[in-house]
């Protein structure tokens, strides 16, 4: 596609469930980020892969939070036992190269808890 | 960890005025950038600056990484109503050391009629 897309848009569940966002980066770009935007907040960085692998996940909060990418492409965030704290939007990035700043975001899967 | 200090958080400008905003940090960084981000999108990518010092413009838009690689300035100028949004500056180490994007807590931008 010619975008960053992410489903879905919403998701509202309830405390306790189990929770999966996709992204599907940009044709092409190897590097893959997660953030978490919440209100008044600027994004907050939680995973990034190079390829098939996790070259850095030192942002994942505790470990309800899992991402993978099996081919390469896209990617999977997965989030058990949610908890209220865990609303937010889950914005999806995607850049041609590793180190590369410029990011293209995706419009964000927002996450309500209830 | 690092932190980014944006200000100011928020402008009420009148249109056709000019903008600036800038960020600072507690620690360097190798590339800077400044994103905008509306009402149910993600954040878009304005403006990156990869080098100490360098001055770089994008239209309307002038955004400087500091000579000490520790701050960032984006200037707008002659406000328009599209300009209206909250921009976001980060910064990233990179290098194989942190790729990750760290990012301010934003300019609200509102132009008043």
């Known amino acids: 596609g010619a975008g960053v897309s992410q489903t879905p848009s919403n998701k509202v569940t309830e405390k306790g469930k189990y929770v999966e966002l996709r992204c599907d980066p940009i044709s092409g770009h190897t590097a893959l980020y997660w953030y978490r935007q919440s209100l008044g907040q600027g994004p907050e960085f939680l995973i990034y892969f190079q390829g098939t692998g996790a070259a850095d996940d030192s942002g994942l909060p505790n470990d309800r939070f899992f991402a993978v990418r099996p081919e390469g492409s896209v990617s999977t965030l997965k989030i058990q036992r949610t908890e209220r704290g865990d609303s937010a939007v889950y914005l999806c990035a995607s850049s041609l190269t590793r180190g590369a700043g410029e990011l293209f975001f995706g419009e964000g899967s927002r996450l309500t808890v209830l | 960890g690092q932190q980014l200090n944006q200000s100011p958080q928020s402008m009420f400008i009148q249109e056709g005025e000019d903008v600036s905003m800038n960020c600072t940090s507690s620690?360097?960084?190798?590339?800077w950038l400044w994103y905008k981000q509306d009402p149910g999108e993600g954040p878009v990518l304005l403006i990156a600056l990869y080098k100490a010092g360098e001055l770089t413009s994008n239209g309307r838009l002038t955004a400087q990484f500091g000579i000490t690689r520790k701050d960032s300035f984006l200037n707008i100028s002659a406000s328009i109503p599209s300009d209206v949004g909250i921009y976001f500056c980060?910064?990233?180490?990179?290098?194989?050391?942190?790729?990750?994007?760290?990012f301010g807590k934003g300019t609200h931008l509102i132009i008043q009629p």
């Open positions: 980060a910064g990233q180490l990179g290098g194989g050391g942190a790729d990750g994007l760290t």
């Open positions: 620690s360097i960084f190798n590339t």
